[in-house]
C-alpha cells in the first residue's frame, strides 16, 4: 500500500485523498469506513473521497469487491491519505499460510491455493469442506448424501484410497491455527457424521490448500492426502469489534422422479403383462387382484410416498462474536448455533461451536495465546428399525400398497419419540496453548501445546413393533485423546534489500488414545428402558470393548532463499517415527526441495508489456502415510471370552479354550496375518507450475502439471487356506495419479465503472491407475463375486467387473451355435441354460459360447477425470450477486439399484409383497422391455429371467456419472450508513443464498453425485435438497 500526507493540528477532521489500483488507475466505488465509528464515504468514477472522521478516530478502512481491503491508521492531523488496493485476482503480496511459515504469494515455490472466508461464510452448510466444492483446481469435495451434518468425500489430485468403504483414509490433513486436526482419529459413532462440524466457518478468515510435496512434506508422515490449513479471525486494533449474523430459510422437499400411481398405473402394469405376458398367468391366478379388479378401492387411495417420507424443513443459523486487539492484550469469541432438520422425516441436526482466543503480550518480545474451539453436536438419524434411510431415491413401492396410520408413524420415525429412537451425540473440544519469543527481529521461538477429546455416543432402540418379535437396544461409545507439543525457531533475514533467508527448524511429538465400547441387548422387560440395562448374561446380552494407543516424534526443518523476488529455492526435511511400526522400519524420512524463477523480474523484461508478472515453478519432494492400524506389524491375538455372555468358536473349529479354569489367549488363526518389514507408506511427487499475470493484473493463471506416486500402499491379501489366515497385510501395492490443474481469475471491468464483474474459473484433469500389484502384477478381485470389482496394473482404481451388453436378442436365430455342439450360447457352464430372444446380448469375450466370469471386462471409472468450478460475481454500489456452477466429467457409475429393482420385478405378478421398504417399484414407463419376437429394446424380457437378465454385472447398469450443478447464488445489499446509523449500528448487510439450484445430469440416477465414493449407487441415499435462506449482518 503507497500512503501520501500531510498533517495539520487537531483532530476529528474530513480526510479526503483518492484510492487508485498498482497500476494507478482509479477505482469507483470503493467504502471508505471509520473503523469503530459511524463515518462511511464510497469514491467517485476519478477515484475521489472525502470523509468526516469523528475525533477519536484511529483507522480508515478501505474496501471494494475484486480487491483485497486495507486498514490505514490515521496519523494525528492527517487530513489527506491516497491509498493503492490490490488486486484480489493476482495479489502477489498475499500471505499464505503454509507449514510453519507465512509467506508472500511472489515467494512461493510450491503449489498452494487460497480460498478467502469470505466468499463462503453464511452458507446453509454444518460443514465448512462442503463451501470449498467448486472453488479450487485439483481440489474434489463430493457431497454424497443430503443428510444434514454428513461427511464429504474430500481429496486432494485424486485418490489412491485402497478401502473401498473407508472414505477418511483419502482425506487430507486439516491444521487450524497450527493445531493438527487429523479427521482420521476421530471416528463418531454414527459413522456418517462430519468431524469437521467442530469449526465454525464465520470464524475463518482463510484457508489455503497445500497440494504438491514442497509445502506438505514438511508435515511428513500425514501429509501423502494433502494439507489444508484453516487461519481463524483476529481483531484488528481498535475499539472492540460485535459481530451479529443469522440467517433462516428452509430446505425444499426434493422432487423426486415423477411415478404413475392408482388408476393409471394398474392400466400401464396390465399392458405390460398382456403384451408380455400369456393367459395362463391370468386364468391360474398368479395375477393379483389389485391389477385384475378394476374396482379395487386401492386405486382411489392410492399411498403418496413421496409425501410420505420428505417434506420441507427449516434450517437455521446464529453466529455472535466480540473481538477486541489492544497493545498488551487480544481477544476474540464467537459461538454459532447451527440447526437443520432434514427433509426425510425423522432426520435433524444441532450443533453449538463456541470458541475463545485469547492473546496476552507482557513484554515487548513474549507472548503468550490459547486457543479453545469445540463443537456439540445432537443428531436424530430416523427411525429405531436400525435402516440407514427408509425409502429409495429411485423410486418407491406400488401405489397400491396400502398402510395403516400406525405403520405411517413406524416407518417416519414417528412411531413414539421415547421409544423408537436412532439418536448420537459428539461433543469434540481442542485447547492449545502457545509462547511466542522474539531474541530479535529476524529470531523467533514458537512452543505450542494442543489437546483434543473427543467423545462419541449413539444410541439406537427398536421397539417391538419395528423388530416384530422382541425389543433390541445398542449402544455405541467412542473417545478419542490426542495431544501434541510442537517447538520451533523461524528465522527470516533481508540482507542488503536484495537477499532473503529463512529457515524452520522444530520437534514434535504427539500421542493418541482410542477407547470403543459396544453392547447390544434384547427382550428387556420394560420398553420404558431404551439403554441395554436389566438384561442377564446369555444369548440376549453381548458387547465388547476396544483400545488403541499411538505415539510418533518428528524433527523437521526448512530453509529458503531468494533474490529480489526473482531466483528463488526452497526445501524441507522431516523425519518421523511412529510406534505402528517394527523398530527396524520406526523412522520415516521426508525431504523436498522446490525453485523458481520469476521472469518478469529480469531487467530485460518489459514492464509495460501485455504481460504483467511471470514466474516458473518446479518441486520435487515425499510425503507419507501411515497404514491405518496402530497395531499394523504384529500378528493378533483373540481372546476366546471377548464377547460377554456368549460362547464363541476359537477359530479352529474347536471349543473355547481354558487352562485351570480360565480362558487363554490363543493365535488369532483365520484372521489377518501381518508381517514385521511393514514400512511407511511414500508419495514422491513431481509438481511444474506456470504463474502468469496479463492486463495489468487485470488476469492471473495459474498452470500447474503433477505426477504422484503413492508406493507401498498397506494391503490385505488372500492367503492359501493352509496357512491358517485368510489375509496377510503387508506393502504390496502402488498408485499413479498424474494430471493438470488451471485457475484463471479475472476482473472484466475497468476500475473507473461503478459496475464490476469478476470470474473465478477452474479445472483440473486427474489419471489415477496402479503401477504395480503383488505376485508378478496378477489381478486382484474384490466384493461379492456378484459385484465384483478388480485392481489391475494401468487400471484405474476399482473399475466394474461387467459383461459387455450389445443389446438384446431380437429372436432366437440371432443367438450365436457352437459349432462342435449345435447348441446356442450357454450361460454359467457347457450345461447351462442357452440363450433365446429377449435374452440380453452378452459379448462371448473368449469365444467359448458359455458366458461366465471369464467373459466380464473391467469397465468405467468411478474416479472423474474433470472437475472445477465457475464463480461469476457481480457488483454495483450497495449490490452484489454471486453465482457458482460445479462439475464433474468422466466418471462413471455402477446403478444397483436399477438392476435390483428389474430383478425383483421380473414376475408375473408386478405387484408389491415386501411393504415400503421393497426394491420392487411402483414405475416402469422408462424402460423399453422386449416384448415379442423382433422388438428392438433396451432392456430384456420383463417377465423371464432365466439367465439372470438383470443381473448388476450387465454394462447396461454402467453409466455415464458426468454433470454441470448450478450450486448457489448469493444475493447481498449492504444498507446505507445513514440509515444503519438512525438504527444504531456499524453496519447492515441483508443477503440471500440458493443453494443446489439445478442440475444438468447424463446418468438415469436422480444426482449422480450422491452416490458412494465407490461409484454404486444403490438407491437407498438420502436426497441432496435445495436450500433457500434469507440472512442479515450486522456489526454493532
Given at each position: 500500500?503507497?500512503?501520501?500526507?500531510?498533517?495539520?493540528?487537531?483532530?476529528?477532521?474530513?480526510?479526503?485523498?483518492?484510492?487508485?489500483?498498482?497500476?494507478?488507475?482509479?477505482?469507483?466505488?470503493?467504502?471508505?469506513?471509520?473503523?469503530?465509528?459511524?463515518?462511511?464515504?464510497?469514491?467517485?468514477?476519478?477515484?475521489?473521497?472525502?470523509?468526516?472522521?469523528?475525533?477519536?478516530?484511529?483507522?480508515?478502512?478501505?474496501?471494494?469487491?475484486?480487491?483485497?481491503?486495507?486498514?490505514?491508521?490515521?496519523?494525528?492531523?492527517?487530513?489527506?491519505?491516497?491509498?493503492?488496493?490490490?488486486?484480489?485476482?493476482?495479489?502477489?503480496?498475499?500471505?499464505?499460510?503454509?507449514?510453519?511459515?507465512?509467506?508472500?504469494?511472489?515467494?512461493?515455490?510450491?503449489?498452494?491455493?487460497?480460498?478467502?472466508?469470505?466468499?463462503?461464510?453464511?452458507?446453509?452448510?454444518?460443514?465448512?469442506?462442503?463451501?470449498?466444492?467448486?472453488?479450487?483446481?485439483?481440489?474434489?469435495?463430493?457431497?454424497?448424501?443430503?443428510?444434514?451434518?454428513?461427511?464429504?468425500?474430500?481429496?486432494?489430485?485424486?485418490?489412491?484410497?485402497?478401502?473401498l468403504a473407508d472414505n477418511q483414509l483419502q482425506s487430507p490433513l486439516y491444521v487450524i491455527d497450527g493445531i493438527i486436526y487429523d479427521v482420521s482419529d476421530i471416528r463418531a459413532a454414527y459413522g456418517d457424521a462430519s468431524p469437521l462440524q467442530a469449526i465454525n466457518p464465520n470464524d475463518i478468515e482463510s484457508v489455503d490448500i497445500l497440494k504438491d510435496a514442497s509445502a506438505a512434506s514438511i508435515y511428513g508422515a500425514r501429509a501423502a492426502n494433502g494439507v489444508i490449513i484453516v487461519k481463524t479471525k483476529r481483531p484488528a486494533f481498535g475499539v472492540p469489534e460485535v459481530r451479529v449474523a443469522a440467517?433462516?430459510?428452509?430446505?425444499?422437499?426434493?422432487?423426486?422422479?415423477?411415478?404413475?400411481?392408482?388408476?393409471?398405473?394398474?392400466?400401464?402394469?396390465?399392458?405390460?403383462?398382456?403384451?408380455?405376458?400369456?393367459?395362463?398367468?391370468?386364468?391360474?391366478?398368479?395375477?393379483?387382484?389389485?391389477?385384475?379388479?378394476?374396482?379395487?378401492?386401492?386405486?382411489?387411495?392410492?399411498?403418496?410416498?413421496?409425501?410420505?417420507?420428505?417434506?420441507?424443513?427449516?434450517?437455521?443459523?446464529?453466529?455472535?462474536?466480540?473481538?477486541?486487539?489492544?497493545?498488551?492484550?487480544?481477544?476474540?469469541?464467537?459461538?454459532?448455533?447451527?440447526?437443520?432438520?432434514?427433509?426425510?422425516?425423522?432426520?435433524?441436526?444441532?450443533?453449538?461451536?463456541?470458541?475463545?482466543?485469547?492473546?496476552?503480550?507482557?513484554?515487548?518480545?513474549?507472548?503468550?495465546?490459547?486457543?479453545?474451539?469445540?463443537?456439540?453436536?445432537?443428531?436424530?438419524?430416523?427411525?429405531?428399525?436400525?435402516?440407514?434411510?427408509?425409502?429409495?431415491?429411485?423410486?418407491?413401492?406400488?401405489?397400491?400398497?396400502?398402510?395403516?396410520?400406525?405403520?405411517?408413524?413406524?416407518?417416519?420415525?414417528?412411531?413414539?419419540?421415547?421409544?423408537?429412537?436412532?439418536?448420537?451425540?459428539?461433543?469434540?473440544?481442542?485447547?492449545?496453548?502457545?509462547?511466542?519469543?522474539?531474541?530479535?527481529?529476524?529470531?523467533?521461538?514458537?512452543?505450542?501445546?494442543?489437546?483434543?477429546?473427543?467423545?462419541?455416543?449413539?444410541?439406537?432402540?427398536?421397539?417391538?413393533?419395528?423388530?416384530?418379535?422382541?425389543?433390541?437396544?445398542?449402544?455405541?461409545?467412542?473417545?478419542?485423546?490426542?495431544?501434541?507439543?510442537?517447538?520451533?525457531?523461524?528465522?527470516?533475514?533481508?540482507?542488503?534489500?536484495?537477499?532473503?533467508?529463512?529457515?524452520?527448524?522444530?520437534?514434535?511429538?504427539?500421542?493418541?488414545?482410542?477407547?470403543?465400547?459396544?453392547?447390544?441387548?434384547?427382550?428387556?422387560?420394560?420398553?420404558?428402558?431404551?439403554?441395554?440395562?436389566?438384561?442377564?448374561?446369555?444369548?440376549?446380552?453381548?458387547?465388547?470393548?476396544?483400545?488403541?494407543?499411538?505415539?510418533?516424534?518428528?524433527?523437521?526443518?526448512?530453509?529458503?532463499?531468494?533474490?529480489?523476488?526473482?531466483?528463488?529455492?526452497?526445501?524441507?526435511?522431516?523425519?518421523?517415527?511412529?510406534?505402528?511400526?517394527?523398530?527396524?522400519?520406526?523412522?520415516?524420512?521426508?525431504?523436498?526441495?522446490?525453485?523458481?524463477?520469476?521472469?518478469?523480474?529480469?531487467?530485460?523484461?518489459?514492464?509495460?508489456?501485455?504481460?504483467?508478472?511471470?514466474?516458473?515453478?518446479?518441486?520435487?519432494?515425499?510425503?507419507?502415510?501411515?497404514?491405518?492400524?496402530?497395531?499394523?506389524?504384529?500378528?493378533?491375538?483373540?481372546?476366546?471370552?471377548?464377547?460377554?455372555?456368549?460362547?464363541?468358536?476359537n477359530g479352529m473349529g474347536g471349543n473355547q479354550f481354558t487352562y485351570n479354569g480360565a480362558n487363554v489367549v490363543y493365535p488369532n488363526y483365520g484372521s489377518t496375518a501381518t508381517s514385521a518389514t511393514i514400512k511407511w507408506e511414500r508419495s514422491p511427487q513431481l509438481n511444474v507450475g506456470v504463474d502468469l499475470n496479463m492486463l495489468k493484473d487485470r488476469i492471473a493463471i495459474n498452470l500447474e502439471y503433477y505426477v504422484r506416486d503413492s508406493k507401498d500402499l498397506v494391503y490385505g491379501l488372500q492367503m492359501p487356506a493352509t496357512s491358517g489366515y485368510s489375509t496377510i497385510s503387508t506393502n504390496?501395492?502402488?498408485?499413479?495419479?498424474?494430471?493438470?490443474?488451471?485457475?484463471?481469475?479475472?476482473?472484466?471491468?475497468?476500475?473507473?465503472?461503478?459496475?464490476?464483474?469478476?470470474?473465478?474459473?477452474?479445472?483440473?484433469?486427474?489419471?489415477?491407475?496402479?503401477?504395480?500389484?503383488?505376485?508378478?502384477?496378477?489381478?486382484?478381485?474384490?466384493?461379492?463375486?456378484?459385484?465384483?470389482?478388480?485392481?489391475?496394473?494401468?487400471?484405474?482404481?476399482?473399475?466394474?467387473?461387467?459383461?459387455?451388453?450389445?443389446?438384446?436378442?431380437?429372436?432366437?436365430?440371432?443367438?450365436?451355435?457352437?459349432?462342435?455342439?449345435?447348441?446356442?450360447?450357454?450361460?454359467?457352464?457347457?450345461?447351462?441354460?442357452?440363450?433365446?430372444?429377449?435374452?440380453?446380448?452378452?459379448?462371448?469375450?473368449?469365444?467359448?459360447?458359455?458366458?461366465?466370469?471369464?467373459?466380464?471386462?473391467?469397465?468405467?471409472?468411478?474416479?472423474?477425470?474433470?472437475?472445477?468450478?465457475?464463480?461469476?460475481?457481480?457488483?454495483?454500489?450497495?449490490?452484489?450477486?454471486?453465482?457458482?456452477?460445479?462439475?464433474?466429467?468422466?466418471?462413471?457409475?455402477?446403478?444397483?439399484?436399477?438392476?435390483?429393482?428389474?430383478?425383483?420385478?421380473?414376475?408375473?405378478?408386478?405387484?408389491?409383497?415386501?411393504?415400503?421398504?421393497?426394491?420392487?417399484?411402483?414405475?416402469?414407463?422408462?424402460?423399453?422391455?422386449?416384448?415379442?419376437?423382433?422388438?428392438?429394446?433396451?432392456?430384456?424380457?420383463?417377465?423371464?429371467?432365466?439367465?439372470?437378465?438383470?443381473?448388476?454385472?450387465?454394462?447396461?447398469?454402467?453409466?455415464?456419472?458426468?454433470?454441470?450443478?448450478?450450486?448457489?447464488?448469493?444475493?447481498?445489499?449492504?444498507?446505507?450508513?445513514?440509515?444503519?446509523?438512525?438504527?444504531?449500528?456499524?453496519?447492515?448487510?441483508?443477503?440471500?443464498?440458493?443453494?443446489?439450484?439445478?442440475?444438468?445430469?447424463?446418468?438415469?440416477?436422480?444426482?449422480?453425485?450422491?452416490?458412494?465414493?465407490?461409484?454404486?449407487?444403490?438407491?437407498?441415499?438420502?436426497?441432496?435438497?435445495?436450500?433457500?435462506?434469507?440472512?442479515?449482518?450486522?456489526?454493532?
Amino acid at each position: 500500500m503507497s500512503l501520501v500526507f500531510s498533517k495539520v493540528h487537531g483532530q476529528g477532521s474530513r480526510i479526503s485523498g483518492t484510492v487508485s489500483d498498482r497500476h494507478g488507475n482509479p477505482i469507483a466505488g470503493v467504502t471508505v469506513k471509520e473503523k469503530g465509528g459511524r463515518s462511511t464515504a464510497a469514491t467517485d468514477e476519478k477515484g475521489l473521497y472525502e470523509i468526516k472522521t469523528e475525533s477519536n478516530a484511529k483507522y480508515l478502512v478501505f474496501s471494494f469487491v475484486g480487491f483485497r481491503p486495507k486498514e490505514h491508521v490515521i496519523a494525528k492531523g492527517e487530513t489527506k491519505v491516497n491509498v493503492i488496493l490490490d488486486d484480489d485476482a493476482a495479489d502477489l503480496d498475499e500471505v499464505v499460510v503454509v507449514g510453519y511459515q507465512d509467506i508472500q504469494r511472489r515467494k512461493m515455490t510450491g503449489a498452494v491455493s487460497s480460498v478467502k472466508g469470505r466468499e463462503f461464510e453464511n452458507t446453509p452448510y454444518a460443514t465448512f469442506d462442503a463451501m470449498l466444492q467448486g472453488r479450487v483446481a485439483g481440489l474434489t469435495v463430493l457431497s454424497t448424501s443430503g443428510e444434514p451434518g454428513t461427511n464429504n468425500i474430500v481429496n486432494i489430485r485424486g485418490s489412491s484410497n485402497l478401502g473401498l468403504a473407508d472414505n477418511q483414509l483419502q482425506s487430507p490433513l486439516y491444521v487450524i491455527d497450527g493445531i493438527i486436526y487429523d479427521v482420521s482419529d476421530i471416528r463418531a459413532a454414527y459413522g456418517d457424521a462430519s468431524p469437521l462440524q467442530a469449526i465454525n466457518p464465520n470464524d475463518i478468515e482463510s484457508v489455503d490448500i497445500l497440494k504438491d510435496a514442497s509445502a506438505a512434506s514438511i508435515y511428513g508422515a500425514r501429509a501423502a492426502n494433502g494439507v489444508i490449513i484453516v487461519k481463524t479471525k483476529r481483531p484488528a486494533f481498535g475499539v472492540p469489534e460485535v459481530r451479529v449474523a443469522a440467517y433462516t430459510g428452509i430446505s425444499s422437499r426434493p422432487a423426486m422422479k415423477p411415478i404413475t400411481v392408482g388408476a393409471a398405473e394398474r392400466r400401464m402394469k396390465m399392458n405390460l403383462l398382456y403384451n408380455g405376458g400369456n393367459y395362463d398367468w391370468f386364468y391360474d391366478g398368479q395375477v393379483h387382484q389389485m391389477l385384475t379388479d378394476s374396482l379395487n378401492a386401492a386405486y382411489n387411495h392410492a399411498t403418496d410416498w413421496q409425501g410420505l417420507f420428505l417434506q420441507s424443513a427449516p434450517i437455521t443459523n446464529v453466529n455472535v462474536s466480540i473481538g477486541q486487539n489492544m497493545e498488551k492484550f487480544l481477544y476474540r469469541i464467537s459461538a454459532q448455533h447451527y440447526y437443520e432438520e432434514g427433509v426425510m422425516m425423522g432426520y435433524e441436526n444441532k450443533s453449538i461451536t463456541p470458541r475463545i482466543m485469547l492473546q496476552v503480550n507482557p513484554m515487548e518480545n513474549l507472548q503468550f495465546e490459547t486457543n479453545i474451539f469445540s463443537g456439540i453436536t445432537k443428531a436424530k438419524h430416523g427411525s429405531g428399525d436400525g435402516s440407514k434411510y427408509p425409502f429409495s431415491t429411485w423410486g418407491f413401492p406400488s401405489s397400491f400398497w396400502q398402510i395403516t396410520d400406525l405403520e405411517r408413524q413406524v416407518y417416519t420415525g414417528r412411531y413414539d419419540g421415547l421409544l423408537d429412537d436412532d439418536r448420537s451425540t459428539s461433543i469434540n473440544g481442542n485447547v492449545a496453548g502457545t509462547v511466542k519469543k522474539i531474541f530479535i527481529p529476524e529470531l523467533t521461538f514458537r512452543s505450542q501445546f494442543s489437546f483434543n477429546l473427543n467423545n462419541n455416543t449413539r444410541d439406537l432402540y427398536r421397539p417391538k413393533l419395528l423388530t416384530g418379535s422382541q425389543n433390541i437396544a445398542e449402544n455405541w461409545v467412542n473417545q478419542n485423546r490426542r495431544w501434541e507439543w510442537e517447538s520451533y525457531f523461524n528465522y527470516n533475514k533481508i540482507i542488503n534489500s536484495a537477499h532473503t533467508l529463512s529457515g524452520v527448524l522444530g520437534y514434535g511429538m504427539e500421542k493418541n488414545v482410542a477407547n470403543s465400547n459396544y453392547l447390544w441387548g434384547r427382550n428387556n422387560n420394560s420398553e420404558a428402558v431404551k439403554t441395554v440395562t436389566g438384561i442377564g448374561a446369555g444369548p440376549n446380552l453381548s458387547g465388547y470393548s476396544n483400545i488403541a494407543e499411538r505415539s510418533r516424534i518428528s524433527v523437521f526443518g526448512r530453509v529458503g532463499y531468494d533474490y529480489k523476488d526473482r531466483y528463488l529455492v526452497s526445501a524441507s526435511y522431516r523425519m518421523d517415527a511412529s510406534s505402528r511400526y517394527s523398530s527396524d522400519n520406526r523412522w520415516g524420512i521426508f525431504p523436498s526441495i522446490s525453485a523458481g524463477w520469476a521472469i518478469s523480474e529480469e531487467n530485460f523484461f518489459k514492464k509495460e508489456s501485455l504481460v504483467s508478472y511471470l514466474k516458473l515453478r518446479g518441486s520435487y519432494g515425499l510425503t507419507g502415510r501411515d497404514p491405518g492400524s496402530e497395531y499394523a506389524h504384529y500378528t493378533m491375538l483373540g481372546y476366546s471370552g471377548a464377547y460377554y455372555g456368549s460362547v464363541l468358536d476359537n477359530g479352529m473349529g474347536g471349543n473355547q479354550f481354558t487352562y485351570n479354569g480360565a480362558n487363554v489367549v490363543y493365535p488369532n488363526y483365520g484372521s489377518t496375518a501381518t508381517s514385521a518389514t511393514i514400512k511407511w507408506e511414500r508419495s514422491p511427487q513431481l509438481n511444474v507450475g506456470v504463474d502468469l499475470n496479463m492486463l495489468k493484473d487485470r488476469i492471473a493463471i495459474n498452470l500447474e502439471y503433477y505426477v504422484r506416486d503413492s508406493k507401498d500402499l498397506v494391503y490385505g491379501l488372500q492367503m492359501p487356506a493352509t496357512s491358517g489366515y485368510s489375509t496377510i497385510s503387508t506393502n504390496f501395492i502402488s498408485v499413479r495419479n498424474t494430471g493438470a490443474e488451471l485457475t484463471i481469475n479475472s476482473r472484466n471491468m475497468s476500475p473507473k465503472s461503478e459496475f464490476q464483474w469478476n470470474t473465478n474459473f477452474n479445472i483440473s484433469y486427474n489419471r489415477n491407475y496402479v503401477t504395480k500389484l503383488p505376485n508378478g502384477g496378477q489381478e486382484i478381485k474384490v466384493g461379492p463375486p456378484w459385484m465384483e470389482r478388480a485392481l489391475n496394473v494401468g487400471q484405474p482404481l476399482y473399475p466394474f467387473k461387467v459383461w459387455e451388453v450389445d443389446g438384446v436378442y431380437a429372436t432366437t436365430d440371432d443367438v450365436p451355435v457352437n459349432p462342435l455342439t449345435g447348441a446356442r450360447i450357454r450361460h454359467g457352464s457347457g450345461s447351462g441354460t442357452q440363450y433365446q430372444a429377449g435374452d440380453p446380448r452378452r459379448l462371448d469375450m473368449n469365444g467359448d459360447f458359455i458366458i461366465d466370469d471369464n467373459d466380464k471386462i473391467d469397465m468405467g471409472d468411478p474416479n472423474p477425470d474433470f472437475i472445477g468450478g465457475m464463480t461469476h460475481t457481480f457488483s454495483y454500489k450497495n449490490w452484489s450477486i454471486s453465482a457458482l456452477t460445479t462439475f464433474i466429467f468422466g466418471r462413471t457409475l455402477w446403478n444397483g439399484y436399477l438392476s435390483d429393482k428389474l430383478q425383483d420385478a421380473g414376475s408375473a405378478t408386478l405387484y408389491n409383497t415386501w411393504g415400503p421398504n421393497s426394491a420392487i417399484a411402483g414405475d416402469f414407463e422408462m424402460a423399453d422391455f422386449w416384448m415379442k419376437p423382433g422388438d428392438q429394446s433396451k432392456f430384456p424380457s420383463l417377465f423371464r429371467n432365466t439367465v439372470d437378465n438383470w443381473h448388476i454385472a450387465n454394462s447396461t447398469f454402467v453409466e455415464n456419472a458426468s454433470f454441470i450443478r448450478l450450486k448457489n447464488v448469493r444475493i447481498g445489499y449492504n444498507v446505507p450508513q445513514q440509515f444503519s446509523k438512525k438504527l444504531g449500528i456499524r453496519s447492515l448487510r441483508l443477503y440471500g443464498v440458493l443453494d443446489n439450484i439445478a442440475i444438468i445430469s447424463w446418468s438415469t440416477v436422480p444426482d449422480p453425485e450422491a452416490v458412494e465414493a465407490n461409484g454404486y449407487s444403490t438407491g437407498n441415499g438420502y436426497p441432496i435438497p435445495k436450500k433457500w435462506t434469507f440472512g442479515l449482518d450486522i456489526s454493532l
